[in-house]
């Protein structure tokens, strides 16, 4: 079985300070591991994906993720946030077959000015 | 269309009616994914495709959920007998292969937002 916890429903931070959205999963075997982003009124996004090459993944708008096995983790973060960056952030897990995927509960992210 | 389409955006419905959602792919897109996202939770799991093949229903949440997909390109998902419980977003998406690898980006549709009343 799988599952996926978002640590934090709610994260703020100051424009151009860096940004750590924590992400822990539970797979019983190798995962595969996503971020997506959904900005206001907008769908689903695509930011990042890990599938068991390099541990740390570079995605888009200048976000990363490490994957971490000893710790089951997938944080994302940034080292300076835009404002633009102000939505809500899903990290998800997918089964070996790759199809059913388990959703995070969401993080909402706000930037300060 | 260059996205994934989704049909009605809004739809308002009076309890214990039929509603039925329609999804529009990606052109040339084998898999075809179902997600319900009630207000303040990620989208839930609710059944995919691959083809015309419904792979896995899993998470409809009982029987009067059910999807088809017959042509393997539009997929419609029907509500009997709504309740208000169902109220929630529902999300269709799409992705490229059936390499099975996880690593299919899904793009997804903009949503219909049901209301049960």
């Known amino acids: 079985a799988q599952s996926v916890t978002q640590l934090d429903s709610h994260v703020s931070v100051s424009e151009g300070t860096p940004v750590l959205l924590r992400c822990n999963y539970s797979?019983?075997?190798?995962?595969?591991l996503f971020w997506y982003v959904q900005h206001p009124n907008k769908g689903l996004q695509l930011l990042l994906k890990?599938?068991?090459?390099?541990?740390l993944v570079k995605g888009i708008n200048g976000f990363e993720a490490e994957f971490k096995k000893s710790e089951t983790s997938f944080h994302l973060t940034k080292p300076s946030a835009h404002m633009s960056d102000a939505a809500e952030y899903f990290c998800?897990?997918?089964?070996?077959?790759?199809?059913?995927?388990?959703f995070g509960a969401g993080t909402r992210l706000f930037v300060k000015a | 269309g260059a996205g994934v389409s989704q049909s009605p955006r809004y739809k308002v419905t009076k309890r214990g009616q039929d509603v039925a959602l329609r999804c529009d792919p990606i052109?040339?897109?084998?898999?075809l994914y179902w997600y319900r996202q009630a207000l303040g939770q990620g989208p839930e799991f609710l059944t995919y495709?691959?083809?015309?093949?419904?792979?896995?229903k899993s998470g409809l949440p009982n029987d009067r959920f059910s999807a088809e997909r017959p042509e393997g390109s539009i997929s419609t998902l029907t509500i009997q007998r709504t309740e208000q419980r169902d109220s929630a977003m529902y999300r269709c998406?799409?992705?490229?292969?059936?390499?099975?690898?996880?690593?299919?980006?899904?793009?997804f549709g903009p949503g219909t937002r049901l209301t049960v009343l």
């Open positions: 998406a799409s992705s490229l292969g059936t390499s099975g690898l996880g690593d299919n980006e899904q793009f």
């Open positions: 495709f691959n083809y015309e093949a419904q792979q896995d």
């Open positions: 797979s019983s075997y190798s995962p595969s």
């Open positions: 890990y599938t068991s090459a390099a541990t």
């Open positions: 998800v897990v997918s089964d070996t077959g790759g199809f059913k995927t388990i």
């Open positions: 052109s040339g897109h084998v898999s």
